[in-house]
T-cell receptor, first 114, second 115 residues
């Protein structure tokens, strides 16, 4: 119930291509779905987040698509660049304020080839 | 600039010693702090949640006597790994949470290596 399942585990994309990472969850009480980017030896940094009352959110080259009925959400990185090469984590929580306990997916290592 | 700092950024210690890791929120009052552990090429696992002035709540399987958490002020939380062993070697990351939706930040992490 508390799990967030993420796929694929690793992804190789050519520069300029679209990177797509998927996540699925079971707990319908989750109400906040962020994506994080992490470079080696660094803490995760928030990329973009969505609440279940919208189906899509776009910020620059990053888009979250959210399917509430399927309990799935995905991250799309348009025009992928070598600098986007990192590990990406989806997460979910109940309550995004000071009670928000994030449950993370397993992570996806993205490599963007020049 | 960084809004959450961790100190030290890395530490190497001998087996059996205790190590204290500090997490500071620099620009806001962190009413809640979360501590995560991340093994190489793995996801972040929540260890415990602490609210300022209260005892920490530990996740199942995390030994509270081994991983001591103190959240004495709204800007500082500490994690002490007591009697560290090689299997405690990991990347420890704090996450702060303030009173608003936007006040959620991860620290840069602390790499602990126990010899």
């Amino acid at each position: 119930q508390q799990q967030v399942k993420q796929s694929p585990q690793s992804l190789i994309v050519q520069k300029g291509g679209i990177s797509i990472i998927n996540c699925a969850y079971e707990n319908t009480a989750f109400d906040y779905f962020p994506w994080y980017q992490q470079f080696p030896g660094k803490g995760p940094a928030l990329l973009i987040a969505i609440r279940p009352d919208v189906s899509e959110k776009k910020e620059g080259r990053f888009t979250i698509s959210f399917n509430k009925s399927a309990k799935q959400f995905s991250l799309h990185i348009m025009d992928s660049q070598p600098g986007d090469s990192a590990t990406y984590f989806c997460a979910a929580s109940i309550g995004s304020g000071n009670t928000g306990k994030l449950i993370f997916g397993q992570g996806t290592t993205l490599q963007v080839k020049p | 600039g960084a809004v959450v700092s961790q100190h030290p950024s890395w530490v190497i210690c001998k087996s059996g010693t205790s190590v204290k890791i500090e997490c500071r929120s620099l620009d806001f009052q962190a009413t809640t702090m979360f501590w995560y552990r991340q093994f190489p090429k793995q996801s972040l696992m929540l260890m415990a949640t602490s609210n300022e002035g209260s005892k920490a709540t530990y996740e199942q399987g995390v030994e509270k006597d081994k991983f001591l958490i103190n959240h004495a002020s709204l800007t500082l939380s500490t994690l002490t790994v007591t009697s560290a062993h090689p299997e405690d070697s990991s990347f420890y990351i704090c996450r702060t949470s303030g009173s608003s939706y936007n006040e959620q930040f991860f620290g840069p992490g602390t790499r602990l290596t126990v010899l």
